[in-house]
T-cell receptor, first 112, second 115 residues
């Protein structure tokens, strides 16, 4: 069966510091991968998605970037965090031909 | 214009009763998919049910069913026999055929189930 991991689970970072959040998927190959952000009490906003290694599409221009160095690894990064980057970050995967997206446990980021 | 609208910020239901969570959508794509997810307080998003735009019958998954009214562009989630563990945020989402497999989410409805 497929499993999706995210780490860290929680993170507190000062403004201006770098960020690296990691997501890995097990039990499937060539998944579509997604990064979402959820601000407190709000819905999900798609940040990035990837249909293959090195292929990243950005939905919202901002202070963040994403990379996919391996088939089942998706990384969300920032060089300098802003206060507005605080939120709950969720990684998700879907199969190449399937529709449902399956989410990881999320990372709660607080920028101070 | 919002693509997914959930007009109920919060809903209350008693245990064992049925509840309907509303969702309307806006798309010009003839082929699309509609999804419902549950988010408990732990934060994880749990996939509940899927309805394709060409599906003739309403989707059902255990106690969950999707009341799909294509002409009205609505895709309401019906939870039968509510349980205390159903208390959570519920999100409606849509995949348009032109958008790879990206999903657009509504703002969610908080459901509270009381004993």
């Amino acid at each position: 069966s497929q499993t999706i991991h995210q780490w860290p689970a929680t993170l507190v970072q000062p403004v201006g510091s770098p960020l690296s959040l990691e997501c890995t998927v097990e039990g499937t190959s060539n998944p579509n991968l997604y990064w979402y952000r959820q601000a407190a009490g709000r819905g999900l906003q798609l940040l990035f998605y990837s249909v293959g290694i090195g292929q990243i599409s950005s939905e919202v221009p901002q202070n963040l970037s994403a990379s996919r160095p391996q088939d089942r690894q998706f990384i969300l990064s920032s060089k300098k965090l802003l206060l507005s980057d605080s939120g709950f970050y969720l990684c998700a995967w879907s199969s190449g031909t399937g529709d449902e997206q399956y989410f990881g446990p999320g990372t709660r980021l607080t920028v101070t | 214009a919002q693509k997914i609208t959930q007009t109920q910020p919060g809903m209350f239901v008693q245990e064992k009763e049925a509840v309907t969570l509303d969702c309307t959508y806006d798309t010009s794509d003839p082929s699309y998919g509609l999804f419902w997810y549950k988010q408990p307080s732990s934060g994880e998003m749990i996939f509940l049910i899927y309805q394709g735009s060409y599906d003739q019958q309403n989707a059902t998954e255990g106690r969950y069913s999707l009341n799909f009214q294509k002409a009205r562009k609505s895709a309401n989630l019906v939870i039968s026999a509510s349980q205390l563990g159903d208390s959570a945020m519920y999100f409606c989402a849509m995949r348009e055929n032109s958008g790879y497999s990206t999903l657009t989410f509504g703002k969610g409805t908080m459901l509270l189930v009381s004993p």
